[in-house]
Every structure is written in C-alpha cells, then in structure tokens.
C-alpha cells in the first residue's frame, strides 16, 4: 500500500524514506533485517538531530581525501545502501574512480541480480561481486558476507562499507584496508573499527561525499595527505557521542523548565539555519546577510527572513564615527551582541572577532566563546589564520572566513587581487580556509573574475561584499543600503532607500510643530 505524505507533515521525509525501503523491500532488494536495521538508524538520527553535523563533515572531508588518494578504491554495497543512494553510490564511483561490489548479508543470487539491475539503471557501468564473481573469501568472516570479488574487495586498500556490520569491518581492518564507514550509530563496532567513520544518515552523507570529492578532485596528493593526517577518527567519534549527550540534556532541560515539550521535530531546538550546513545552500539560493548593531534593525532583518545578521565591527564607523573598524573592542562587541540577540528569534547571528582579540588560540577561544554566551551563533575572523580557526572549530565553534580586503590591518581601502601574484595569494587563503572547514567565506573588494574562480573552486559558500556577482551571496552594511549618512561610500554600494532623507524631514516636522504649538496636540496628550 502506498501513502501520500504531505510535505508539510513533520516526519514526511523520514516517512518518504520508509516508504522508499519498503518499496525496494519488495522488490527484493531491502533484505528483511535491513528494515530493522534501518529502524535502529533512525532512533540514532533522531538523537543527533537529524542534520548532517560538523563531525560528520569533517569524517566526509577525510573519507573524500582517503578515496581520492587510494589506488585501488570499492564501493561496497548492501540492499539498504542501493535503496536508498544507488544514484550516488554511482556518481562517487566515478568522482573517485572506484569500483562497485555488491556485498551482502543475506545472499541470494535474486538479491544480488536484482542490486545489481538497480545499479545499471542508474548508470553504473560494471558491478562486481555478483554470483559467480564473489569467488574470494575473506578469512574469518562466518556469514555469507566474506564472498568477495578477486577485482574487488580483495584486492582493494580503500573500501567504503555503508551500514556495515562489525565482523566485516573487523577482518577488512586485520587484512590492512582502510575501511570509511557510514553509522548513524557512533558506539557499534563498525562504526569504532573503521578507519574514518561518518556518523550521519547515508540518505544525507552521500551526496555530500560526492560534492566533496568534486571539489577534492584538483588537490595534491600533500594537501590530501594533510586533511587526512589532520582527521582524528576516535575523537571524531567522542564528539558526536558528546553530541548526542548535549542534545539529550538540552531537551531534559526544556522538558523540566517547562518552555515546551521533549518529543519536538529535532530541527525545533536549533536556529533556522546550521551554519554548518550552509553548504546545502550553495548553488541553490543566494545567501543574504546584512548587517545590524541594536534590536530594531535587528528585529526588522528577523522578520525579513534574511539568511544570516552579521554583527560586524563596521560598528566602529557606521556606530561609533571612526575612519576604520581597529578600535572596536570585545566589550563593545559583546553589548552589540545581546542588542542584536535581542531582537532576532530564529536568524543566524555572526559576531566579528574584533581586532586583537585572537592573539593566542586560547584568548581567541574565550573571546569567541563570549560572543557565542552573548548571543552569537559562529564568528568571523578576517585573514588566513588556520591554527586559530581550527582550534576554535575543535571547540565546536562555528567559523566564518574572511579574505581580500581586510579592513582591521589595511592601511588603505582598495581593491584587492588585482595583480596575479596577490589574486593567486587570494586565491591559496580560500582554499585554505576552505579545507580547514569555515562554514563560509567572505570575500571584499576583488575583481569579479577572482571571486569566480574562488567560488568555483572551494565546497563551502562564498558571500561577497564588493566582489561581484558571481559569489554564492551578499553581505553589505545595511545602513549603506538604506541611504543613511556615511563618510565615505565604496563604488558596489547601491542605495534602495534614502532614509537619511525620511529621517530629516520627520525631524524638521516636528521642529515646526512643537514651534507652533500644534504638537503636542489633544490627542498625544494625557487627560
Ligand atoms: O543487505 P544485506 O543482506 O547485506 O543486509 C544489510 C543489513 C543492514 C541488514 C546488515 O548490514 C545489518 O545487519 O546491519 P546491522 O548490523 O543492523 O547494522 C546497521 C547499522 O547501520 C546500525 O548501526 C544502524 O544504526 C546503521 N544505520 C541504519 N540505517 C542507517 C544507518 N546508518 C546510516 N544511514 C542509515 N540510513
């Protein structure tokens, strides 16, 4: 029987994708124990909160990295995994250059024709492991799953293995592989044998596997080698079990406070956006963020729906009346902060690091950790600085980047990038900041064809401020927008408003009416 969901319905797309494994499970590709098995896998998204984390993105980024150094890469398929991402099993075996084997738990030469028909009617070209071509063995493995393909498995040093079980992982690991596994749970044997473990949903991990390796794909073997050396799977592992801890005692906590009930959608606890996932909005919308300093503008920019509110330190101009934004300080950051927090229910704040407050990883740390206590969701931080960032992205502090004109060390605004030397210096900082894992980049004052070439060639977001039009989004001084008075006016600033105009003539009003006596009048007064 087949149900409609409406798309509005709060389960739809967990409930789409039961439909979709039963629907396969019937035509005897799902094995009977994968619908259990899928069971288990949700309970463990629920708890992570059914989004793809950072955790996951960086076991992703190092399963892309350890995939497109391999020499002889397998993809290894079960029923679960061709129900639910055959389209992108194929797509990554041709990112990565790797072979598809099907390997089962409960084989059956129907199961394995009928996996395989299913990976040919999306594309793949050659599957192995089926029937007769499972004539390998892996030595002690009991189940069916230690058939393996002589072109595949077993001779392969990189295999991925979706929803694997333990003994496999454990006998792969023993022959020397490197085995990338996909488990919603962080505590199954699988999930702490493999090699890299990606703790998401596999509906969800896969395609962003495949973006990943994309963008991967032009990399050296060093740069590759350094992602993977920088990928810590058992810590990996901790802080997604330190994930689901923080979820549970959030949730125990709005339970016992009263403020709303334990069972909500995961999404409901979260701002509208996970900054680390706004990747899923590149090359799908355009990312606005403007800036506010106070709760009103605030307030508006909430109920505008825009993508993300920065508290910027132009604050230092726009607010303060300075020529740049260096004497800004963390207190005036911080009270900036909490005006703006204020006013916003469910948009993404980002609070600039101002300058000097990231002068050592740990102040950079405690600074940071401030503006997030304040209200803040991530910051940004201007300029290349890798270990800073990576050390506040360990601490599970969302980073934006920000590179070409920097105004917290210029000595003059000017464009950025113009020569080769310094647009291929540009150009080295994004992808830098990129494989480190900023969620997004910002990027002022270059020419049009450098922000293209950056866009194109990084996986995260670009959000441009003076740099064209063909970045993933836009980030401008609200202010400038709206036509308030500034001191000086860069050549990407268009007006949409001359408030500064509406602003006088309310004031030079009411100068006359309180002149003439008509205000205040009987109706703006108490009786
Ligand atoms: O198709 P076959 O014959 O090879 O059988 C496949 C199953 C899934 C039955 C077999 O591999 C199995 O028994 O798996 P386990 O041991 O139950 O392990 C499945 C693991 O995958 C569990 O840790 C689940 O939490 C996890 N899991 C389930 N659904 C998903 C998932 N992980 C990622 N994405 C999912 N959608």
Redesign the pocket.
Known sequence: MNHSVHSTHPRAESIRIREMLLRYFRQGV??E??L???G???A??YLLGERTTGNAMRAIEAAAATLLSAKKPVISV???AAA?TAESIVQLARVVGARIEV?????SAA?EDSIQLLLKSVGAEQVLGVREAASARIPEIGSD?RRVDPQGIEIADVVLV?????DRTEALVKLGKLVIA????PL?R??QTATITIV????R?LPVLVKTAEHLKTRTREELETITSHFDNQSNLNENIMAIHERLTHLADKQSSGTGPVHTSPSEAQPRTNLNELWRMKNVHKIIMLTAYDYQLAKILDQEDVDLILVGDSLGMVFQGHNNTKEVTMQQMLYHTRAVAAGVTTTPIIADMPLNSDRTEQEAIENARMLLNAGANGVKIEGNKTATIRALLDQKIPVMGHIGLLPQTAERYKVRGTTSVEAEEIMKDALALDAVGVFAIVLESIPEKLSKRITESVRVPTIGIGAGKYCDGQVIVTHDILGLPQTHTPKYVKKYADCGAVLKAAISKFKLEVANGSYPDDEHTYH
């Open positions: 799902v094995a124990a994968g259990i098995a899928h288990r896998g949700e463990f998204d079960n029923g679960n639910l390997n089962l738990y409960y084989r199961r799953r979706p929803l694997e079980d333990g996909v488990d919603l749970n199954s699988t999930a998401d949903n596999i509906v991990a």
